[in-house]
């Protein structure tokens, strides 16, 4: 460094002396990383909402309308001990336009990871699939998501995230089962 700082003024670059930080006199408090986050007045961010309950994000609404085991077609089977769960989901944008498909929902069973849904699954009874759409201000969508999930799978909870906002919370639609 001082053969780069050599270029300045013979005698002033490397002459300096390097400056100690002063040694704290009092501790000084840290901010903390688990700080609340601000809440919007009128939104509830842990509530669960269940079937055939709207749910009013900042931007949209959610309805979960029904919950049913999908039959498959055309050579479209669940693999063995597992079943093709659809839900049938309603969206609406308020004032804005968002962005829903099928990737933008989730399903969790138990204490489980959350998996995808069957993007091109063919069934008999839940159908339309929803496809990816930008919903303009005031448009609504309807539509099929359908799951491959473990016969066995119990405490269904559907995570739903459209885009509109970064980093928006996920709403959540317990399916009773």
Not at 114 to 130: M, S
Request: positive net charge.
């Amino acid at each position: 460094m001082c053969s780069l700082l050599s270029l300045l003024s013979p005698g002033t670059a490397c002459s300096r002396r390097s400056e100690t930080a002063p040694a704290p006199s009092e501790a000084r408090p840290q901010p903390k990383a688990t700080a609340p986050s601000p809440e919007l007045p009128g939104l509830e961010r842990a509530r669960v909402f269940s079937v055939g309950q709207q749910a009013a994000g900042a931007g949209y609404v959610l309805k979960v309308k029904r919950v049913l085991e999908c039959s498959g077609r055309d050579a479209w089977r669940p693999a063995p001990e597992r079943l093709f769960l659809g839900v049938e989901l309603e969206a609406a944008a308020h004032d804005e336009s968002i962005a829903i498909g099928h990737s933008h929902v989730k399903l969790r069973y138990g204490a489980g990871p959350t998996i995808g849904a069957e993007p091109f699954v063919k069934t008999e009874n839940c159908e339309p699939l929803l496809k990816y759409t930008r919903l303009a201000a005031h448009e609504s969508v309807t539509g099929w998501v359908v799951f491959s999930i473990p016969k066995s799978a119990s405490s269904l909870e559907l995570q739903v995230r459209p885009r509109q906002f970064l980093n928006d919370q996920a709403t959540l639609f317990d399916l009773g089962r």
